[in-house]
């Protein structure tokens, strides 16, 4: 299996306008049950060489909320409301920097604080910063939990399920079943968060703008492009290549519709499609979507060009062009080593060795 484009891994709020957006989802009156996360990309002791991290999209759940404590002039902050939001910007610098147990600390006091001028939007805020930092440790069951207290607390304020804050949490906890292994939830969370979009998209597609502004039709669209990224990743995970690919195709097709074709994600997802079909024996197919992501990586600067020149390399090595995958291999060895990307260099040496065994096996057999 391919090496797979590394997506980006964000502490705080994701913007509106960057790579995919975050997640949520959920059966009605089974909260208990589904909550999901951005599934993780090669679970331990499986056979995908994913170059994403398998990490969360600390996203913007429950920002739609908080957000206009922070931003409604008309509103007015009393002196807790901004004492609060100053402990969780400093929460999220302390995340940003890597000090997650300085980040738990404040973002207890953050709660405490919340509680007790008794800001809801505050509380729930809170509640999905100590979630994510749960999932970033690889707390998992706390994560879980923390996921869920934000969901009833979400539910109380009246957010309904297809709200899109409501789904990107939906994902991650989708994504924290992933990682426990808790398939049957996993599954269930992610088409959820599919089928819940889809139908959010159908019925508000002839609203008019005074209704739904363009800018909210995208995020929900790339929301459901980030979904079925995620469901996908998780697919292949478990060797379900042909439902992956048909994921893929979708996801792809709305992130070149929605941030073009020269988009880091859109470029990720070419050569996810590369690799899915690289895994099938499908290697020209392959061959023609990993070309396309590389061409488009030398022209964008892509920070992963290097995972997707070892990826065109293993396909060419499958088509037993040696030449040209050995040059290639060499490339994307060099451009691993200058990015310091161990799991890369792994890879790229393993296609190497295998390289070195196949010519020596063509000299024999002249």
């Known amino acids: 299996m391919l090496l797979r484009t590394v997506q980006r891994v964000c502490?705080?709020?994701?913007?509106?306008?960057?790579?995919?957006?975050?997640?949520?989802?959920?059966?009605?009156?089974?909260?208990?049950?589904?909550?999901?996360?951005?599934?993780?990309?090669?679970?331990?002791?499986?056979?995908?060489?994913?170059?994403?991290?398998?990490?969360?999209?600390?996203?913007?759940?429950?920002?739609?909320?908080?957000?206009?404590?922070?931003?409604?002039?008309?509103?007015?902050?009393?002196?807790?409301?901004?004492?609060?939001?100053?402990?969780?910007?400093?929460?999220?610098?302390?995340?940003?920097?890597?000090e997650m147990e300085e980040a738990e600390e404040i973002l207890h006091k953050t709660l405490h604080l919340a509680h007790k001028?008794?800001?809801?939007?505050?509380?729930?805020?809170?509640?999905?910063?100590?979630?994510?930092?749960?999932?970033?440790?690889?707390?998992?069951?706390?994560?879980?939990?923390?996921?869920?207290?934000?969901?009833?607390?979400?539910?109380?304020?009246?957010?309904?399920?297809?709200?899109?804050?409501?789904?990107?949490?939906?994902?991650?906890?989708?994504?924290?079943?992933?990682?426990?292994?808790?398939?049957?939830?996993?599954?269930?969370?992610?088409?959820?968060?599919?089928?819940s979009l889809d139908e959010k998209i159908e019925k508000e597609k002839d609203l008019p703008e005074d209704l739904l502004t363009a800018e909210e039709r995208t995020n929900t669209r790339l929301l459901l492009g980030l979904c079925l990224d995620s469901y996908a990743r998780y697919l292949v995970a478990n060797s379900q290549l042909l439902h992956a690919q048909t994921l893929y195709e979708k996801a792809l097709r709305i992130c070149r519709e929605e941030q073009g074709e020269l988009h880091p994600q859109t470029v990720?997802?070419?050569?996810?499609?590369?690799?899915?079909?690289?895994?099938?024996?499908?290697?020209?197919?392959?061959?023609?979507?990993?070309?396309?992501?590389?061409?488009?990586?030398?022209?964008?600067?892509?920070?992963?060009?290097?995972?997707?020149?070892?990826n065109m390399a293993t396909i060419l090595l499958h088509q037993e062009n040696l030449v040209d995958a050995e040059r290639i291999f060499k490339e994307a060895l060099t451009k691993a080593e200058e990015k310091k990307d161990p799991g890369s260099i792994y890879h790229i040496q393993e296609g190497l060795s295998e390289l070195t065994r196949r010519k020596t096996a063509q000299e024999q057999n002249l």
Not at 69 to 93: A, F, M, Q, R, W
Not at 129 to 144: I, K
Request: proline content about 2%; overall charge neutral; aromatic content about 10%.
């Open 268 to 310: 990720n997802l070419l050569s996810d499609l590369a690799t899915v079909l690289e895994a099938q024996g499908r290697f020209d197919e392959a061959y023609t979507y990993v070309k396309q992501a590389l061409d488009l990586a030398q022209k964008t600067d892509h920070p992963n060009y290097h995972v997707i020149l070892g």
């Open 117 to 195: 001028c008794q800001s809801k939007r505050a509380i729930i805020y809170t509640y999905d910063l100590m979630a994510n930092l749960a999932f970033l440790r690889g707390e998992y069951n706390n994560a879980e939990k923390l996921f869920k207290t934000t969901l009833a607390y979400m539910i109380n304020e009246g957010v309904k399920q297809d709200d899109n804050s409501f789904i990107e949490i939906s994902l991650k906890m989708a994504s924290i079943y992933a990682a426990l292994d808790k398939n049957d939830l996993a599954v269930a969370g992610f088409q959820f968060c599919i089928l």
């Open 11 to 98: 502490a705080g709020s994701v913007s509106r306008r960057g790579i995919w957006r975050s997640c949520r989802m959920v059966a009605p009156a089974r909260v208990s049950q589904y909550v999901c996360v951005q599934s993780p990309g090669r679970q331990d002791g499986s056979n995908n060489r994913s170059g994403r991290a398998p990490g969360i999209v600390v996203s913007a759940a429950a920002f739609s909320l908080f957000s206009k404590l922070v931003e409604d002039k008309d509103e007015g902050l009393t002196p807790e409301e901004e004492n609060i939001i100053y402990h969780l910007k400093k929460s999220k610098l302390s995340i940003m920097k890597g």
